[in-house]
Protein backbone atom coordinates (compact mmCIF):
# COMPACT_ATOMS: atom_id res chain seq x y z
CA UNK A 1 0.00 0.00 0.00
CA UNK A 2 1.03 3.55 -1.10
CA UNK A 3 1.31 6.13 1.32
CA UNK A 4 -1.07 8.25 -0.01
CA UNK A 5 -3.53 4.57 0.34
CA UNK A 6 -2.24 4.40 3.86
CA UNK A 7 -3.31 8.01 4.74
CA UNK A 8 -6.75 7.81 2.48
CA UNK A 9 -7.65 4.22 4.53
CA UNK A 10 -6.60 6.15 7.94
CA UNK A 11 -8.87 9.03 7.03
CA UNK A 12 -11.53 6.74 6.34
CA UNK A 13 -11.17 4.92 9.69
CA UNK A 14 -11.08 8.03 11.32
CA UNK A 15 -14.24 9.30 9.78
CA UNK A 16 -16.01 6.12 10.81
CA UNK A 17 -14.72 5.81 13.90
CA UNK A 18 -16.19 9.65 14.57
CA UNK A 19 -19.74 8.44 13.07
CA UNK A 20 -19.87 5.48 14.73
CA UNK A 21 -19.42 7.45 18.41
CA UNK A 22 -21.98 9.81 17.23
CA UNK A 23 -24.24 6.93 16.67
CA UNK A 24 -23.65 5.21 19.50
CA UNK A 25 -24.27 8.43 21.61
CA UNK A 26 -27.73 8.91 19.84
CA UNK A 27 -28.58 5.48 21.05
CA UNK A 28 -27.52 5.68 24.30
CA UNK A 29 -29.27 8.82 24.90
CA UNK A 30 -32.35 7.43 23.55
CA UNK A 31 -32.14 4.57 25.77
CA UNK A 32 -31.59 6.77 28.77
CA UNK A 33 -34.86 8.94 27.55
CA UNK A 34 -37.00 6.00 27.24
CA UNK A 35 -35.50 4.10 30.46
CA UNK A 36 -38.61 3.87 32.08
CA UNK A 37 -40.46 2.16 28.63
CA UNK A 38 -37.92 -1.12 29.27
CA UNK A 39 -39.24 -3.16 26.13
CA UNK A 40 -39.74 0.19 23.84
CA UNK A 41 -36.66 1.69 25.14
CA UNK A 42 -34.61 -1.68 24.00
CA UNK A 43 -36.30 -1.93 20.92
CA UNK A 44 -35.20 2.12 19.35
CA UNK A 45 -31.79 1.80 20.60
CA UNK A 46 -31.39 -1.41 18.27
CA UNK A 47 -33.56 0.59 15.47
CA UNK A 48 -31.26 3.27 15.46
CA UNK A 49 -28.48 1.14 15.65
CA UNK A 50 -29.28 -1.16 13.21
CA UNK A 51 -30.37 2.03 10.77
CA UNK A 52 -26.90 4.05 11.73
CA UNK A 53 -24.62 1.19 11.17
CA UNK A 54 -26.56 -0.26 7.71
CA UNK A 55 -26.01 3.71 6.75
CA UNK A 56 -22.29 2.82 7.64
CA UNK A 57 -21.96 -0.09 5.82
CA UNK A 58 -21.92 -2.18 8.88
CA UNK A 59 -23.63 -5.79 7.54
CA UNK A 60 -24.41 -8.77 9.76
CA UNK A 61 -23.34 -10.92 7.38
CA UNK A 62 -19.87 -11.14 5.00
CA UNK A 63 -20.80 -8.72 2.30
CA UNK A 64 -18.62 -10.63 0.55
CA UNK A 65 -19.79 -13.92 1.16
CA UNK A 66 -22.84 -15.03 -0.81
CA UNK A 67 -25.88 -13.77 0.83
CA UNK A 68 -27.24 -16.35 3.48
CA UNK A 69 -30.30 -18.05 3.61
CA UNK A 70 -33.10 -17.57 6.06
CA UNK A 71 -31.67 -21.01 7.51
CA UNK A 72 -28.71 -20.11 7.32
CA UNK A 73 -29.14 -17.11 9.68
CA UNK A 74 -31.99 -18.91 11.98
CA UNK A 75 -28.64 -22.16 12.65
CA UNK A 76 -26.46 -19.18 13.45
CA UNK A 77 -28.02 -17.22 15.86
CA UNK A 78 -29.36 -20.90 17.50
CA UNK A 79 -25.43 -21.94 17.15
CA UNK A 80 -24.77 -19.02 18.87
CA UNK A 81 -27.51 -18.87 21.51
CA UNK A 82 -26.01 -22.49 22.62
CA UNK A 83 -22.90 -21.04 23.17
CA UNK A 84 -23.62 -18.10 25.39
CA UNK A 85 -26.25 -20.53 27.41
CA UNK A 86 -23.39 -22.91 28.01
CA UNK A 87 -21.15 -20.07 28.73
CA UNK A 88 -24.07 -18.85 31.16
CA UNK A 89 -23.75 -22.75 32.86
CA UNK A 90 -20.56 -22.63 33.13
CA UNK A 91 -20.17 -19.40 35.11
CA UNK A 92 -22.99 -20.44 37.26
CA UNK A 93 -21.11 -24.01 37.59
CA UNK A 94 -17.95 -21.70 38.86
CA UNK A 95 -20.13 -19.65 41.20
CA UNK A 96 -21.54 -22.71 42.60
CA UNK A 97 -18.06 -24.94 42.83
CA UNK A 98 -16.67 -21.54 44.94
CA UNK A 99 -19.55 -21.38 47.22
CA UNK A 100 -19.47 -17.86 45.78
CA UNK A 101 -23.39 -18.39 45.17
CA UNK A 102 -26.30 -20.88 46.14
CA UNK A 103 -29.29 -22.19 44.86
CA UNK A 104 -32.50 -21.13 46.75
CA UNK A 105 -36.19 -22.54 46.38
CA UNK A 106 -37.63 -21.73 43.86
CA UNK A 107 -40.85 -22.26 41.54
CA UNK A 108 -39.91 -21.55 37.60
CA UNK A 109 -42.15 -19.56 35.52
CA UNK A 110 -42.21 -20.85 31.79
CA UNK A 111 -44.21 -17.31 30.76
CA UNK A 112 -41.93 -14.90 32.83
CA UNK A 113 -38.71 -17.02 31.13
CA UNK A 114 -40.24 -16.46 27.77
CA UNK A 115 -41.20 -12.31 28.16
CA UNK A 116 -37.59 -12.26 29.79
CA UNK A 117 -36.08 -12.76 26.48
CA UNK A 118 -36.88 -9.96 24.49
CA UNK A 119 -35.24 -7.13 26.51
CA UNK A 120 -31.44 -9.35 26.74
CA UNK A 121 -31.74 -9.78 22.42
CA UNK A 122 -32.76 -6.11 21.25
CA UNK A 123 -30.36 -5.29 23.63
CA UNK A 124 -27.80 -7.80 22.01
CA UNK A 125 -28.43 -6.41 18.61
CA UNK A 126 -27.93 -3.07 19.74
CA UNK A 127 -24.36 -4.19 21.39
CA UNK A 128 -22.73 -6.37 18.68
CA UNK A 129 -23.01 -3.40 16.17
CA UNK A 130 -22.18 -0.72 18.01
CA UNK A 131 -19.55 -2.13 20.42
CA UNK A 132 -18.29 -5.12 17.66
CA UNK A 133 -19.46 -3.83 13.96
CA UNK A 134 -17.95 -0.54 14.14
CA UNK A 135 -14.73 -1.12 16.40
CA UNK A 136 -13.70 -4.36 14.03
CA UNK A 137 -14.65 -2.32 10.89
CA UNK A 138 -12.40 0.36 11.95
CA UNK A 139 -9.71 -1.51 12.66
CA UNK A 140 -9.75 -3.49 9.40
CA UNK A 141 -6.08 -4.83 8.65
CA UNK A 142 -4.68 -4.63 12.03
CA UNK A 143 -3.86 -7.71 14.22
CA UNK A 144 -6.56 -10.07 16.02
CA UNK A 145 -5.35 -9.70 19.14
CA UNK A 146 -5.85 -5.71 18.80
CA UNK A 147 -8.99 -5.99 17.15
CA UNK A 148 -10.30 -8.88 20.24
CA UNK A 149 -8.61 -6.24 22.58
CA UNK A 150 -11.02 -3.15 21.45
CA UNK A 151 -13.64 -5.15 21.36
CA UNK A 152 -13.35 -5.92 25.10
CA UNK A 153 -12.31 -2.02 26.00
CA UNK A 154 -15.74 -0.87 24.13
CA UNK A 155 -17.18 -3.13 26.69
CA UNK A 156 -15.19 -1.68 29.68
CA UNK A 157 -16.29 1.45 28.02
CA UNK A 158 -20.11 0.82 28.20
CA UNK A 159 -19.96 -0.66 31.19
CA UNK A 160 -18.41 2.78 32.64
CA UNK A 161 -20.89 4.68 31.34
CA UNK A 162 -23.58 2.41 32.69
CA UNK A 163 -22.37 3.22 35.63
CA UNK A 164 -20.26 0.55 36.66
CA UNK A 165 -16.89 1.46 38.97
CA UNK A 166 -16.30 -2.25 40.45
CA UNK A 167 -13.11 -3.36 38.72
CA UNK A 168 -14.74 -7.04 38.91
CA UNK A 169 -17.54 -5.58 36.62
CA UNK A 170 -15.31 -4.12 34.52
CA UNK A 171 -12.84 -7.04 33.64
CA UNK A 172 -16.10 -8.80 33.17
CA UNK A 173 -17.11 -6.76 30.59
CA UNK A 174 -13.85 -6.83 28.82
CA UNK A 175 -13.57 -10.45 28.81
CA UNK A 176 -17.15 -10.64 27.57
CA UNK A 177 -16.41 -8.42 24.41
CA UNK A 178 -13.29 -10.48 23.83
CA UNK A 179 -15.44 -13.23 23.70
CA UNK A 180 -18.11 -11.81 21.38
CA UNK A 181 -15.23 -10.24 19.25
CA UNK A 182 -13.76 -13.76 18.29
CA UNK A 183 -16.93 -15.22 17.41
CA UNK A 184 -17.98 -11.95 14.93
CA UNK A 185 -14.30 -13.02 13.37
CA UNK A 186 -15.54 -16.82 13.27
CA UNK A 187 -18.39 -15.96 11.83
CA UNK A 188 -17.72 -12.74 9.74
CA UNK A 189 -20.53 -10.99 11.05
CA UNK A 190 -22.99 -11.03 13.98
CA UNK A 191 -24.83 -13.65 13.68
CA UNK A 192 -23.09 -16.08 16.06
CA UNK A 193 -21.89 -13.65 18.47
CA UNK A 194 -25.64 -12.26 18.58
CA UNK A 195 -26.75 -15.06 19.69
CA UNK A 196 -24.49 -15.74 22.43
CA UNK A 197 -24.70 -12.21 23.75
CA UNK A 198 -28.69 -12.81 23.81
CA UNK A 199 -28.79 -16.20 25.51
CA UNK A 200 -25.76 -15.19 27.97
CA UNK A 201 -27.89 -12.09 28.81
CA UNK A 202 -30.89 -13.46 29.38
CA UNK A 203 -29.65 -16.41 31.01
CA UNK A 204 -27.64 -13.96 33.75
CA UNK A 205 -31.12 -12.06 34.24
CA UNK A 206 -34.35 -13.76 33.32
CA UNK A 207 -33.28 -17.63 34.07
CA UNK A 208 -30.80 -17.01 36.97
CA UNK A 209 -33.50 -14.81 39.02
CA UNK A 210 -35.90 -16.63 38.87
CA UNK A 211 -38.14 -17.74 35.66
CA UNK A 212 -35.78 -20.60 35.88
CA UNK A 213 -33.30 -20.91 38.80
CA UNK A 214 -32.72 -18.26 41.47
CA UNK A 215 -28.94 -18.15 41.71
CA UNK A 216 -28.10 -15.96 44.91
CA UNK A 217 -24.69 -14.66 45.53
CA UNK A 218 -23.55 -15.98 49.14
CA UNK A 219 -21.52 -12.87 49.70
CA UNK A 220 -22.97 -8.65 50.54
CA UNK A 221 -22.78 -8.44 47.11
CA UNK A 222 -24.05 -9.26 43.29
CA UNK A 223 -22.43 -12.07 41.33
CA UNK A 224 -21.85 -9.47 38.87
CA UNK A 225 -19.63 -8.24 41.25
CA UNK A 226 -17.78 -10.53 42.25
CA UNK A 227 -14.06 -11.68 41.39
CA UNK A 228 -15.46 -15.28 40.50
CA UNK A 229 -17.66 -13.94 38.14
CA UNK A 230 -15.12 -12.36 36.29
CA UNK A 231 -12.90 -14.96 35.95
CA UNK A 232 -15.41 -17.31 34.87
CA UNK A 233 -15.95 -15.10 31.88
CA UNK A 234 -12.47 -15.11 31.22
CA UNK A 235 -12.18 -18.43 30.83
CA UNK A 236 -15.51 -18.40 28.65
CA UNK A 237 -13.24 -15.52 26.61
CA UNK A 238 -9.89 -18.32 26.53
CA UNK A 239 -12.45 -20.61 25.28
CA UNK A 240 -13.77 -18.47 22.67
CA UNK A 241 -10.89 -17.80 21.02
CA UNK A 242 -9.31 -21.16 21.57
CA UNK A 243 -12.68 -22.81 19.28
CA UNK A 244 -12.77 -19.94 16.91
CA UNK A 245 -8.61 -19.13 16.22
CA UNK A 246 -8.56 -21.11 13.36
CA UNK A 247 -11.47 -19.83 11.58
CA UNK A 248 -10.34 -15.95 12.03
Request: proline content about 4%.
Amino acid sequence: MTAPDRRAALRASARLAFQGTILYGAARFAGAFLAQYGVAAAIVQTVIAEWGCGRLGIAWSDPHAKTPTAKDVALRGLRGAGMGLTAAALVAGVALATHAAILAPNVPAPVVALIGAVVPAFLAARDELLQRGIVLRVLTGTPAWARLAACGLADVAAAYGDGAIAPPVLCAAFFGGVAYGALWLRDRGAWLAWGAHAAFGWASTSLATGALVDLRATSGTSLGQSWITAGAVAIVAALAIASTRKRW
